[in-house]
């Protein structure tokens, strides 16, 4: 039996992790009951905020055994996978676009499981139950962005459209230190690197790394002032209160490293990373004062000092920033599918991605193309 619930209590966290994150698989914080607990709790991503829970739940002979976290939307913002235009197109033709539904981590560019279930046919089934939950919501659409490649092209196809992106993402090739890390860069890039990370401490910033019990409702108290700073100049309004963070700090503290930066006593900076049993997610920055390259050391240079030390096999920088390229994170496309109910919205849109997708292999080409490594002709 299919079934949509308008909260994340509906289901048991038992229920929920043993389906996100299943025994002998790669664990992803990020979509752990607890991370939409918190969302939910907090108030970032309820009805009011157009963030309406519709979370899908398979249930045969009294187990659930497949579970979708989705959202009725009546935006498009918090998710980094832009349908903007397609809504704008829909409406000035007369037609409704909102709401949608919206299959993700809210407010999270992070790449992992989105249809929850041990297998492909219970997979299969799930997105067959988007799109009756779709019609049955009068929604226009489901969008399931960030998802693993595999699902991408098995469910792919028929009433599902596929779309691409690129991220940028610090592979770790066993390197024993950060020095191993840049020697394997060209000359040009090792020195750039070397001048970047001196930078904020000569102007007498000292970074912190701190998990666990280390991080506690001061280091929020200033993360928070940091986040509503970088996020108010940036688009308005952040998507995230103060809330949110005491209570993943209360919850999920183990799997959250928080890089801050202090200079004379005071903190002026911070990066928020999550961390997963592969991958340390880097997620949100800000900074209440601007010294050079702070931005850099802050959130990719420290992320890869403690993926290296913890033995993550990636970081993942969160969305778009050719930028990234050159400090060793190299370009990693993501994918999504979309189900567009009207048939004429579906069939424009089906071109579009079609152009779109060869667009994005060509520019991971070029991007490839500026690759920071030695080659053999370097030095």
């Known amino acids: 039996m299919l079934k949509a619930v308008t909260s994340v209590r509906a289901i048991a966290k038992e229920d929920w992790d043993r389906l996100a994150n299943p025994p002998g698989t790669e664990f992803n914080p990020l979509v752990s009951h607890d991370f939409f607990r918190c969302l939910e709790e907090s108030g970032c991503a309820v009805a009011r905020e157009g963030w309406a829970p519709r979370h899908l739940v398979l249930e045969e002979m009294g187990r659930i055994t497949g579970l979708v976290p989705c959202f009725r939307k009546s935006h498009s913002y918090g998710e980094y996978v832009f349908d903007h235009g397609w809504a704008d197109a829909f409406s000035r033709a007369g037609g409704r676009y909102y709401p949608k539904l919206q299959v993700s981590v809210p407010f999270s560019p992070v790449t992992g499981p ?9 997979r299969k089934t799930l997105a067959q139950g988007l799109i009756a939950l779709c019609a049955e919501e009068k929604a226009s659409s489901v969008h399931i962005t960030f998802m693993p490649e595999a699902d991408w092209r098995d469910l792919g196809g028929g009433p599902w459209l596929r779309r691409t992106d690129i991220q940028f993402h610090w592979h770790n090739k066993g390197y024993g230190s950060f020095d191993e890390f840049i020697a394997s860069l060209s000359s040009q890039k090792r020195k750039n690197i070397r001048k970047e990370r001196a930078s904020p401490a000569a102007a007498g910033i000292t970074m912190l790394a701190l998990t ?8 929020w108290d200033a993360f928070y002032e940091f986040y509503m700073d970088t996020g108010a100049r940036k688009w308005g309004q952040p998507y995230l209160n103060r ?10 503290s183990e799997h959250i490293l928080l890089v801050m930066a202090e200079r004379g006593g005071r903190l002026i900076a911070g990066a928020l990373n999550f961390i997963g049993s592969q991958a ?7 900074a209440i004062e601007h010294h050079p ?9 420290q992320a890869i000092d403690f993926a290296i030390a913890r033995k993550l096999a990636r970081v993942e920088a969160g969305a778009q920033g050719a930028h990234k390229l050159a400090r060793g994170y190299l370009p990693q496309k993501t994918y999504s599918l979309h189900y567009l109910a009207h048939p004429g919205l579906s069939r424009a849109v089906a071109d579009y991605l079609e152009a779109e997708r060869q667009g994005v292999d060509h520019e991971q080409q070029a ?9 053999e002709t370097d030095d």
């Open 114 to 122: 989105r249809l929850f279930a041990a297998d492909l046919k219970t």
């Open 280 to 286: 340390l997610y880097g997620r949100n920055w800000g």
């Open 293 to 301: 390259n702070l931005h850099f050391e802050t959130c990719y240079y």
């Open 212 to 219: 666990g019990k280390d991080i506690e409702e001061r280091h």
């Open 243 to 252: 809330s949110f963070f005491s209570l993943i700090g209360a919850s999920m």
């Open 367 to 375: 991007l490839a193309g500026h690759s920071p490594f030695r080659r």
